[in-house]
């Protein structure tokens, strides 16, 4: 019963933990319309999803690329039956902000042999011009998925049936989509094609996240971080975001972190920017620890987790 569990996300918020760098790099997303249920057990079993599940495991586990895939629910107005909705973003180049995006709709037994063009056999790619979109939208896509953690689907729903209902357009999808991580940061959200993650939103925050104006620090503690880069990279990035404010996110950039313990970080992220360049330099230590929970339910287990700041911040001209 809801009524007597403990959410994960609750306890996270009101202790204070800070959801940046919750968030994994990569390099790639593929994200498929699949309708629910979203359960493992009942996509292995599914003579369709098998070999797709396959062919992800391959690429992430064998061949070591850094993707990241999604299911989204399919949506009355977006879908069409009879076929499903492939997005395929990709890293352009070292320095960017934001993903390249292909965008295909395709007969739905033809979903594992696009992936399998996209991969492997890119030379079979003309065979799926036909069904290519020219789709520029922007994507913001809400875990409601419950099955993992119920606080996803408590927290995700109000504010994915928010932005469905009062946000989307024609230059912006809202989607429910499987997890991806961070339930105790819910409801949490992926923007599309930038790969950013924000958690702990609220109601109020959103006009703020969809039209990226107004007050940027009261994002802060919602932003889980940027994709493009690794854990303690972020950390380093929202500072310089809460420093320039909106128009960061039209930099290019990349991270490198050049030395980590224990306890201190040093990273780098490279920028460019209308002709001019630079690199931030930034030390990351250790602030403390907070109480959290990794997991809803009736008796709530408590885990300690590390929390960092942005010791020191320096800018150097490229």
Same mark, same amino acid.
């Given at each position: 019963?809801?009524?007597?569990?403990?959410?994960?996300?609750?306890?996270?918020?009101?202790?204070?933990?800070?959801?940046?760098?919750? $968030?994994?790099?990569?390099?790639?997303?593929?994200?498929?319309?699949?309708?629910?249920?979203?359960?493992?057990?009942?996509?292995?079993?599914?003579?369709?999803?098998?070999?797709?599940?396959?062919?992800?495991?391959?690429?992430?586990?064998?061949?070591?690329?850094?993707?990241?895939?999604?299911?989204?629910?399919?949506?009355?107005?977006? +879908?069409?039956?009879?076929?499903?909705?492939?997005?395929?973003?990709?890293?352009?180049?070292?320095?960017?902000?934001?993903?390249?995006?292909?965008?295909?709709?395709?007969?739905?037994?033809?979903?594992?042999?696009?992936?399998?063009?996209?991969?492997?056999?890119?030379?079979?790619?003309?065979?799926?011009?036909?069904?290519?979109?020219?789709?520029?939208?922007?994507?913001?896509?809400?875990?409601? *998925?419950?099955?993992?953690?119920?606080?996803?689907?408590?927290?995700?729903?109000?504010?994915?049936? $928010?932005?469905?209902?009062?946000?989307?357009? $024609?230059?912006?999808?809202?989607?429910?989509?499987? *997890?991806?991580?961070?339930?105790?940061?819910?409801?949490?959200?992926?923007?599309?094609?930038?790969?950013?993650?924000?958690?702990?939103?609220?109601?109020? *925050?959103?006009?703020?996240?969809?039209?990226?104006?107004?007050?940027? +620090?009261?994002?802060?503690?919602?932003?889980?971080?940027?994709?493009?880069?690794?854990?303690?990279?972020?950390?380093?990035?929202?500072?310089?975001?809460?420093?320039?404010?909106?128009?960061?996110?039209?930099?290019?950039?990349?991270?490198?972190?050049?030395?980590?313990?224990?306890?201190?970080?040093?990273? *780098?992220?490279?920028?460019?920017?209308?002709?001019?360049?630079?690199?931030?330099?930034?030390?990351?230590?250790?602030?403390?620890?907070?109480?959290?929970?990794?997991? +809803?339910?009736?008796?709530?287990?408590?885990?300690?987790?590390?929390?960092?700041?942005?010791?020191?911040?320096?800018?150097?001209?490229?």
């Amino acid at each position: 019963m809801l009524e007597t569990c403990q959410f994960c996300s609750v306890i996270s918020k009101n202790n204070g933990e800070d959801p940046i760098g919750s $968030t994994r790099q990569y390099d790639c997303w593929i994200v498929v319309e699949v309708p629910l249920p979203w359960d493992m057990a009942h996509w292995q079993q599914d003579p369709a999803m098998r070999p797709i599940i396959g062919l992800i495991e391959h690429l992430i586990v064998k061949q070591g690329i850094k993707l990241r895939p999604l299911a989204i629910a399919p949506d009355s107005e977006y +879908s069409h039956p009879g076929y499903t909705r492939v997005l395929y973003y990709h890293r352009p180049t070292q320095l960017f902000n934001q993903y390249d995006k292909q965008e295909y709709l395709v007969p739905d037994n033809q979903v594992y042999s696009l992936l399998v063009a996209l991969f492997q056999t890119p030379e079979r790619l003309p065979d799926f011009v036909a069904y290519q979109q020219v789709v520029t939208t922007r994507d913001l896509l809400i875990c409601t *998925h419950g099955n993992v953690d119920v606080a996803c689907s408590r927290f995700g729903n109000p504010i994915y049936q $928010t932005l469905r209902d009062d946000y989307s357009s $024609t230059d912006l999808r809202v989607w429910r989509c499987s *997890h991806f991580g961070g339930h105790r940061f819910a409801p949490t959200l992926i923007d599309l094609p930038t790969g950013q993650f924000f958690g702990h939103l609220e109601i109020s *925050h959103l006009d703020s996240l969809v039209h990226r104006q107004g007050e940027w +620090s009261e994002l802060r503690m919602c932003y889980r971080g940027w994709s493009g880069l690794s854990q303690f990279e972020q950390i380093a990035e929202r500072d310089i975001w809460m420093q320039l404010g909106w128009d960061w996110f039209d930099y290019v950039k990349a991270g490198e972190t050049i030395t980590q313990s224990e306890s201190a970080i040093t990273v *780098h992220i490279k920028f460019e920017h209308n002709g001019i360049g630079g690199v931030y330099k930034a030390d990351i230590e250790l602030m403390g620890e907070v109480e959290t929970a990794s997991k +809803s339910g009736k008796a709530m287990k408590l885990e300690r987790v590390n929390q960092y700041r942005v010791g020191r911040l320096v800018l150097e001209k490229g």
